[in-house]
């Protein structure tokens, strides 16, 4: 396994304004995911974030809003930009530690509300 | 294509009692199927795998996890259930060559003391 950290927690902003959720892993992983869990609703993974190459994006969701940074083996980061209300939702990162195929696990999210 | 149902939003189950949350999935090839339970304003915690082997998978808490390949079905049980065991519980299933899972619907269940 692996212990996931983020930042921020949760946050309140105003709509128009970007956010970059940090996420922290205590050990080099080479592939991280970024999810999406809106109000009452499963997760949705946004995009794929491997280190050294560009994030592969999901059906629906796109660099300009989204814009991922792996700089490294254990950091990655997810902007929100341009934000509306229909952004509130939890955002969580993952990774996948290579114990086995497509096994995750979850950083405690970011609580995000935009007003 | 790939599909991973839960098909019950809610279960309600006393304390002390067997508990099931199901589950049901569709893939071609062989199923990489999980079980994480998310407790209130917390991520995601990993229950239980099951990749290939034993069709009784036994996990964190206590729970445990059947594979049935004629039903397609990954349900997840616990003998006795725990009013802590309230929670938010998502199968979810590995489906493509980029290590991606998708998860079901969700099943909160809720244990009366």
């Known amino acids: 396994s692996a212990v996931i950290s983020q930042k921020p927690s949760r946050d309140i902003c105003q709509r128009g304004t970007s956010l970059t959720i940090q996420c922290q892993v205590d050990?080099?992983?080479?592939?991280m995911f970024w999810y999406r869990q809106q109000p009452g609703q499963s997760l949705t993974l946004i995009a794929t974030?491997?280190?050294?190459?560009?994030?592969?994006?999901e059906s629906g969701f796109v660099i300009d809003k989204f814009p991922i940074s792996r700089p490294n083996l254990t950091f990655s980061t997810l902007t929100v930009s341009n934000m509306s209300p229909e952004d509130s939702s939890i955002y969580l990162c993952?990774?996948?530690?290579?114990?086995?195929?497509?096994?995750?696990?979850f950083g405690p999210g970011t609580r995000l509300t935009v007003t | 294509a790939q599909s991973v149902a839960q098909p019950e939003d809610q279960v309600n189950v006393a304390e002390g009692n067997p508990l099931t949350v199901k589950c049901t999935y569709s893939?071609?090839?062989?199923?990489?199927l999980f079980w994480y339970v998310q407790y209130p304003n917390r991520g995601l915690q990993f229950l239980l795998k099951?990749?290939?082997?034993?069709?009784l998978v036994k996990g964190s808490y206590g729970f445990e996890a059947e594979f049935n390949k004629s039903q397609t079905s990954f349900h997840l049980k616990k003998p006795s259930a725990l009013v802590s065991d309230s929670a938010l519980y998502f199968c979810?299933?590995?489906?493509?060559?980029?290590?991606?899972?998708?998860f079901g619907s969700g099943t909160r269940l809720s244990i009366r003391p």
């Open positions: 993952s990774v996948e530690t290579g114990g086995s195929p497509y096994e995750q696990y």
């Open positions: 979810a299933l590995g489906y493509s060559s980029a290590s991606k899972i998708i």
């Open positions: 050990s080099q992983v080479t592939m």
């Open positions: 974030a491997n280190q050294g190459s560009e994030a592969t994006y």
């Open positions: 099951y990749i290939t082997g034993d069709n």
């Open positions: 893939v071609s090839g062989n199923p990489y």
